[in-house]
């Protein structure tokens, strides 16, 4: 009934530029926190940036100069301009957001991941 669909990832030379989107869809009453994670092959899933419906956010520390999160509440997506992508940026990027669904509660849901390559 509720899905997350991602898109906007691919290849980029270092300096690129990307904007990923990330979009809620189906049968819910409110979408609360939305996130983006990545992972890289062997490595754990980390986030990366962080937005509340009400707008406050939070970026990891080491893009927070790079990317930037923000989100439109009337249409349920989130983006995520990245900017200056440097090659320890390549990961799997995922969409997380927690989302109430009537008779269920807030739920966290994931999207399926796009990726991003950033190389020479």
């Known amino acids: 009934q509720v899905q997350l669909a991602e898109s906007g990832g691919g290849v980029v030379q270092p300096g690129g530029s990307l904007r990923l989107s990330c979009a809620a869809s189906g049968s819910f009453l409110f979408v609360y926190d939305m996130a983006w994670y990545r992972q890289a092959p062997g490595k754990q899933r980390k986030e990366v940036a962080t937005i509340s419906s009400s707008g406050s956010t939070y970026v990891l520390d080491s893009v927070k100069d790079r990317f930037t999160i923000s989100r439109e509440n009337a249409e349920n997506t989130m983006w995520l301009q990245m900017r200056n992508l440097k090659p320890e940026d390549t990961a799997i990027y995922y969409c997380?957001?927690?989302?109430?669904?009537?008779?269920?509660?807030?739920?966290?849901?994931w999207g399926q991941g796009t990726q991003v390559t950033v190389s020479s």
């Open positions: 997380n957001a927690e989302i109430y669904v009537a008779g269920c509660g807030a739920k966290a849901y």
